[in-house]
């Protein structure tokens, strides 16, 4: 079982939250979802999340993984140097990090994208481009320890890729 930790705050796209979270946990691994307080927030359809814990109250040694999920969400994390921080960890340890849709935009923010091969929504992927990244245009693409996907329609092949990942 793996420690997967979800970053979010409001205006996520609920299904890029709530399938991804579903099926992790399905899989047996343990979701914690970290926002800027321990509250609740809401998707960009209404999906009422409940925050477990404060990005103020987490050390990203303490998990396995990291999934970050579209919608607005990433664009307002982004905003606050502790989810670089926390985000950056993982590129920089080489543990599993994933993001789908608008999520690379925190990943941008670290500055570690350089180099990487990933994708993103479209209007996301020129901001990639930009920030050094090599951007494909595919569902899932996989670049070591970094996962990204494009839009929901690309949920049931990123899920399978993340599920695969977190099994080794």
């Given at each position: 079982?793996?420690?997967?930790a979800?970053?979010?705050?409001?205006?996520v796209?609920?299904?890029?939250?709530?399938?991804?979270?579903?099926?992790?946990?399905?899989a047996?691994?343990?979701?914690?979802?970290?926002?800027?307080e321990?509250n609740t927030?809401?998707?960009?359809?209404?999906?009422?999340?409940?925050?477990?814990?404060?990005?103020?109250?987490?050390q990203p040694?303490?998990?396995d993984?990291l999934?970050?999920?579209?919608?607005?969400?990433?664009?307002?994390?982004?905003?606050?140097?502790?989810f670089i921080e926390?985000?950056?960890?993982?590129l920089m340890?080489?543990k599993?990090i994933?993001?789908l849709?608008?999520g690379p935009q925190l990943?941008?923010?670290t500055?570690?994208?350089?180099?990487?091969?990933?994708?993103s929504?479209l209007?996301?992927q020129?901001d990639l481009y930009?920030a050094?990244?090599?951007?494909?245009d595919?569902p899932?693409?996989?670049?070591g320890?970094?996962?990204t996907?494009?839009?929901?329609?690309d949920?049931?092949?990123?899920?399978?890729?993340l599920?695969?990942?977190?099994a080794?």
């Open positions: 079982m793996k420690k997967v979800v970053v979010v705050t409001d205006l796209e609920d299904v890029e939250f709530v399938d991804p979270v579903n099926a992790i946990r399905e047996g691994h343990e979701v914690t979802v970290i926002g800027f321990k927030v809401a998707g960009k359809h209404g999906t009422v999340i409940t925050i477990d814990q404060s990005i103020a109250n987490v040694e303490d998990f993984a999934y970050i999920p579209g919608g607005f969400s990433p664009d307002q994390l982004r905003a606050d140097q502790r926390f985000t950056k960890h993982f340890t080489n599993l994933s993001a849709c608008h990943m941008i923010q500055g570690l994208v350089h180099g990487r091969t990933m994708t929504y209007t996301v020129p930009y050094g990244a090599r951007v494909e595919q899932v693409v996989v670049d320890n970094l996962i996907s494009r839009e929901p329609k949920i049931p092949a990123f899920n399978q890729v599920i695969d990942a977190l080794h």
